[in-house]
């Protein structure tokens, strides 16, 4: 069955960087777009980056780009999100999805990324 299972999240200052990863299983990865989608608390999920199943397109909302750099390995079926000057307000849980729109058809479990001094 499809899995995808992120990790690479924890604690951060202000300022650092994380680089999250997504281990995908299942299916055939590189014929599917791939997303990262994040939920801060108490609010709803935001799509954070996206990029093709080749990986030389590469998109992110105006809330991060110039800081994260979405990538893929197909060899490795693996999907990065590297974040740089990461912000208070990045403080979410991270999730990799199939896709490149809601809804995604398939989800990981998340790894949590927070920001705080």
């Known amino acids: 069955q499809v899995q995808l299972l992120e990790s690479g999240g924890g604690l951060v200052q202000p300022g650092g960087s994380l680089r999250l990863s997504c281990a995908a299983s299942?299916?055939?990865?590189?014929?599917?777009?791939m997303s990262w989608v994040r939920q801060a608390p108490g609010k709803g999920p935001e799509w954070v980056s996206a990029?093709?199943?080749?990986?030389?397109?590469?998109y992110y909302a105006y809330s991060v780009k110039g800081r994260f750099t979405i990538s893929r390995d197909n060899a490795k079926n693996t999907l990065y999100l590297q974040m740089n000057s990461l912000k208070p307000e990045d403080t979410a849980l991270y999730y990799c999805?199939?896709?490149?729109?809601?809804?995604?058809?398939?989800w990981g479990q998340g790894t949590q990324v927070t920001v705080s001094s």
């Open positions: 999805a199939t896709g490149t729109t809601a809804p995604y058809d398939y």
């Open positions: 299942g299916f055939t990865f590189s014929s599917y777009a």
């Open positions: 990029i093709n199943s080749g990986g030389d397109s590469t």
